[in-house]
């Protein structure tokens, strides 16, 4: 898996070995970065991300004056809780488009170390034995030649040691595109659509599922079904963004 790691970066080295060791301007507005800045972004367009703080609901995460909102109230969850480091909005929906689209792999060290530090500092997120990307489907696979929630729980484990598990869980089929369809319909598109090939694996386990956007969290939601059926214990779930 390391590997796989290091040969996207290298497949990307077009973008110029300085960038790619130490960006020179602002992947945003292109300003030249501070001499200290690790970010990729300058410190005004940083600002402008919109970190995730509390109210929030306790279940799903989303901004909330009430412990658990509505949505919650109503909808049948697997997973304990969710949570996000940001709004999936302006800079930070950027940053996400520009890794997963524009293919600058150099990115999800960034994104990575964001979720290491959230995990880091939630009591429930810290609890995981095994970090579980969600399962890129084939053929987006091969459009994109890597799988940018695989890639972020990389980071997160050269940070914390806390293992990856990313072959076990793995797509049925391919599905259309959540973006284009509403919350039922979401739903429904990925019902049955993950499977586990050892559940052993999982067996008694804490389990966090690593994801780039949470937005109204039917892809997870599945997941953590499909891994609480094959035992798992608790299930916490961790975005670098969701939907408001």
């Keep these: 898996m390391e590997r796989e790691f290091l ?3 290298i497949r990307n080295f077009s973008d110029g070995f300085l960038n790619l060791i130490f960006p020179l301007n602002c992947l945003i507005c292109r300003r030249g970065l501070e001499s ?3 970010k990729y972004l300058c410190n005004n367009c940083w600002a ?33 809780t969710a949570r996000a480091v940001g709004l999936y909005e302006g800079v930070l929906r950027e940053c996400i488009h520009l890794l997963k689209y524009g293919k600058k792999i150099y990115l999800a060290q960034f994104l990575g170390e964001l979720l290491a530090e959230s ?16 399962p890129l489907d084939e053929r987006r696979y091969r459009e994109r ?5 695989y890639l972020l729980a990389q980071v997160m484990n050269r ?6 598990s990313a072959r076990n869980l793995s797509r049925t089929r391919i599905a259309l595109p959540q973006a284009r369809l509403n919350r039922k319909q979401r739903r429904e598109n990925v019902r049955e659509l993950f499977q586990v ?15 780039d ?25 961790l975005t670098v963004a969701r939907g408001e």
């Design 197 to 211: 090939g050892n559940a052993k694996e999982y067996q008694g386990k804490n389990i966090l599922i690593i994801d």
């Design 36 to 38: 200290d800045n690790k």
């Design 7 to 9: 040969q996207e970066t």
């Design 159 to 164: 940070y914390l040691k806390t293992p990856v």
């Design 48 to 80: 402008k991300v919109r970190l995730l703080k509390e109210p929030l609901c306790s279940r799903c995460g989303r901004l909330s004056a009430l412990s658990i909102c509505l949505s919650c109230k109503t909808e049948r969850h697997y997973f304990q």
């Design 119 to 134: 995990m880091r500092n939630d009591s429930n997120l810290r609890k995981a034995d095994l970090l579980v990307p969600v």
């Design 213 to 237: 956007v949470f937005t109204t969290g039917a892809t997870v939601n599945e997941c953590a079904r499909v891994l609480r059926k094959a035992g798992a214990r608790e299930i916490n779930v």
């Design 145 to 149: 030649d890597f799988n940018q929630a």
